[in-house]
């Protein structure tokens, strides 16, 4: 395996599940997990001007672009919090969690002054910011050493190294986990923190806001027969399917790791979830008593059989929510509730209520991409198909 162990300027992080779908004519769905742990991949982009480093990537990539590459993730730095001696089968490090830090898996402890001295040792258990090793350090490492979660990857077979000028070079590597032995990790699905996905009906709530804009997909596949005179018609759908596009900015480790989770924890496109449109669906148009069952609206544009049965979000002024379901519809400009908000919304307060549509929906891909712009902030684009 060959070692890459200096730093990124900017690297992209994937987790990759794989899931099949069978859709029925109605859009009821089966869907079944190929995957049993998300695959990890990366996009590496480099700008180097030194001279060693641009001598290593070239012999590398003359020799050794088809064999395996260890690479350190970089936006999951962390640091030696004493010194870590020759011998030593633990580390005391300044942080460990929402880190692809794991039981099994590998790290890498590199030289401050030196790229090209480092040490990957393997993780048997984490505590707290104590990661024990499988082993024990063969060199000794000052307190502020950097250390990195290590995967052993495949890169692409095709590789370029762009030369800017005669001393500044880039490079931009994509590597994808490597799975060639038997692993020698357990995986246990992530567990959701229902404070940042709190549960409706049995289902989590997502309910990170996107950044604009949003995009809404509408898919209604049909076909049209008779060239040469009458046409008739056939619905490839028994009704339109809906989607959402939308990027998110998580500007914490925590929030970045807190989706990765819920990602995995859902496998992907498996697992189904609640996400309000955040639209301005149906807009109150009347206050509200904390009693009120039915609520005025402005015009609906939809059928009873059309909106009965489905489930709203209300975001009041102070920014604190409700969910409901939809249990009637009297007329064309307002809604019955299957139980009362519970606080009074004046008239004043209409105008700061959103009130959209809340869908039962799962993800429309099977990977999520992050996009770091520095260690701790990240951008990423996800699909939400609605079921």
């Known amino acids: 395996m060959l070692d890459l162990t ?41 700008y180097f001007g030194d001279q060693d480093k641009k001598r290593f990537i070239r012999a590398n990539f003359l020799n050794n672009i088809n064999n395996t590459w260890g690479i350190p993730i970089v936006s999951d730095r962390t640091t030696l919090t004493s010194t870590a001696s020759a011998g030593q089968s633990s580390i ?49 490492w000052p307190a502020g050493t950097n250390i990195y979660p290590f995967y ?24 994808r986990e490597s799975f060639e032995e038997h692993r020698t990790f357990s995986y246990t699905l992530p567990t959701i923190d229902t404070d940042v996905f709190p549960v409706y009906n049995s289902l989590n709530l997502f309910l990170y806001k996107p950044i604009d804009p949003i995009t809404e997909l509408y898919i209604h596949p049909f076909s049209i027969f008779g060239p040469y005179g009458i046409q008739s018609y056939y619905s490839s759908y028994g009704s339109t399917r809906a989607a959402f596009k939308r990027t998110f900015i998580c500007n914490t480790r925590k929030m970045i790791y807190d989706l990765f989770d ?58 604190s ?30 105008k700061n209520t959103l009130c959209c549509f809340l869908h039962e929906s799962r993800f429309g891909v099977d990977e999520i991409t992050y996009e770091y712009y ?14």
């Open 321 to 350: 929510y409700v969910c409901r379901e939809i249990t009637a519809r009297p007329s064309t400009t307002s809604i019955t509730i299957d139980t009362p908000i519970g606080t009074d919304i004046p008239t004043a307060d209409l």
């Open 92 to 140: 005391t490090v300044d942080e460990a969690t929402n880190r692809h830090f794991y039981a099994g898996r590998d790290c890498v402890l590199i030289s401050l002054t030196d790229w090209e001295t480092y040490e990957v040792a393997t993780i048997s258990a984490i505590s707290g910011t104590t990661l024990t090793l499988s082993g024990t350090l063969d060199s000794t």
């Open 152 to 175: 052993e990857c495949r890169i692409e077979q095709e590789q370029t190294r762009d030369v800017q000028a005669s001393n500044v070079n880039s490079i931009n590597i994509s590597a």
């Open 6 to 46: 200096f730093e990124m300027n900017t690297q992209n992080i994937s987790h990759t599940w794989m899931t099949t779908i069978q859709e029925n004519i109605i859009g009821i769905e089966k869907r079944s997990a190929i995957y049993t742990w998300p695959r990890v991949s990366f996009n590496n982009k480099l």
């Open 262 to 319: 819920f990602f995995d924890a859902k496998q992907g496109r498996l697992g189904s979830f609640y996400v309000p449109t955040f639209m301005g669906d149906i807009i109150i148009s009347a206050e509200v008593d904390s009693t009120d069952l039915t609520l005025t609206t402005r015009k609906l544009y939809m059928t009873a059989d059309e909106i009965v049965g489905q489930h709203i979000y209300i975001r009041l002024e102070d920014k």
């Open 374 to 387: 520095v260690e701790n902030i990240a951008e990423t684009k996800l699909r939400f198909d609605i079921l």
